[in-house]
Nanobody
Framework: QVQLVESGGGLVQAGGSLRLSCAASRSIFSINRMGWYRQAPGKQRELVASISSAGSTNYADSVKGRFTISRDNAKNTVYLQMNSLKPEDTAVYYC????????WGQGTQVTVSS
């Protein structure tokens, strides 16, 4: 079993930056894939970015060039660096881990004001 705890959300002005962290309760070295999803009010949850155990990354088109996902296996933590934030990035951001089954964190709110 894997417990995921997100942190780093908050209120930021458009053009600003935030870094989200996702701390796992166990080693992430062997977790196949970890990712960040987001869900805005009235919308479906969508993939933002993911990273494999080998370090390969995948991004939604809407965040390419602005967001960077990374993982620190020694700290059992995955990060999402978000730059050049836009109001449309406002959502609850969820950490996700694929390890035998799917695990989710509780989410962290990101609000970008115009």
């Amino acid at each position: 079993q894997v417990q995921l705890v997100e942190s780093g959300g908050g209120l930021v002005q458009a053009g600003g930056s935030l870094r989200l962290s996702c701390a796992a309760s166990r080693s992430i070295f062997s977790i196949n894939r970890m990712g960040w999803y987001r869900q805005a009010p009235g919308k479906q949850r969508e993939l933002v970015a993911s990273i494999s155990s080998a370090g390969s990354t995948n991004y939604a088109d809407s965040v390419k060039g602005r967001f960077t996902i990374s993982r620190d296996n020694a700290k059992n933590t995955v990060y999402l660096q978000m730059n050049s934030l836009k109001p449309e990035d406002t959502a609850v951001y969820y950490c996700n881990a694929e390890y035998l089954t799917t695990y989710w964190g509780q989410g962290t709110q990101v609000t970008v004001s115009s």
